[in-house]
């Protein structure tokens, strides 16, 4: 996907002017990963499924923004969601559609109510995503904001980062929410448009990311990521 297909007519000019304009500087940086997990990600398993078109390059997308972020000396973080039991489907919205058998996803049926439970295969990274002994994991999101309820803007402050690379999944909930604490929290958002999608259909997909290049934070390809970074790496590289 490039910019062109992300930002509407007469909106193209903006994104490249902002998109040019940006600077990174590793020491400030940070990457972080959302719910990159098998309950998402793993088509045969996933109680609220991404697209399994759309799985693979979700990950080799991530993975190969983390090695850039490596390469970079950036620090690395996951944010991973779990639902205890009291927790699960127990927003009004959520008891609604599971009461109305409603399935979540367009593409396919979802089984909200056994999604990613502590424990479960679910809440569970995916087997192919990039975690490192050295990186840092936050399992306390329980919401779609990866800052509500977590130890992450501590973190942060304590790295010294201010502006954050963000993948996963779902673009228009988890990645939208946490872009939009990012920036009511002062940090720069960029999110390569490589390393994200959502299991509610291609169109909140497309609108998270025109949403947040017209107005929150900058979507970026791999390529351009890596140009700003200084440190480029080919596509799939995990700098094993």
Known sequence: MDNDSVAPAGRTALAEKMNAALRLEPGKTAAITIDCQRGNLEPAIASLPVPEAECERVIAG???????????????????????EPLLGK?????????????????????????????????????????RP??????????FDMFYGTQLEGLLRGLGCDTLL????????????????????????VVPEDCVASAYGE??????????????????????????????????????
């Open 203 to 240: 169109d909140l997909h497309r609108f998270a990311l025109a949403n947040i290049q017209r107005r929150l934070g900058w979507v970026l390809t791999l390529d351009a990521l890596a140009e700003k970074l200084g440190a480029p790496a080919a596509a799939g590289d995990r700098a094993r």
């Open 62 to 84: 991530t993975n190969r923004m983390l090695a850039l972020a490596r390469r970079a000396g950036a620090p690395v973080i996951h944010v991973y969601t779990v639902y205890e």
């Open 166 to 189: 963000i993948a996963g999944c779902n673009t228009n909930t988890c990645v939208l929410a946490s872009v939009f604490g990012a920036y009511c929290r002062g940090y720069r958002a």
């Open 91 to 131: 927003h009004p919205f959520e008891r609604a559609m599971l009461e109305s058998k409603v399935s979540f996803t367009p593409h396919r049926e979802s089984d909200f109510s056994r999604h990613k439970l502590p424990g479960s295969p679910e809440g569970e990274f995916m087997p192919d995503l990039d975690v």
């Open 134 to 143: 050295e990186d840092y994991l936050i399992g306390s999101k329980r919401t």
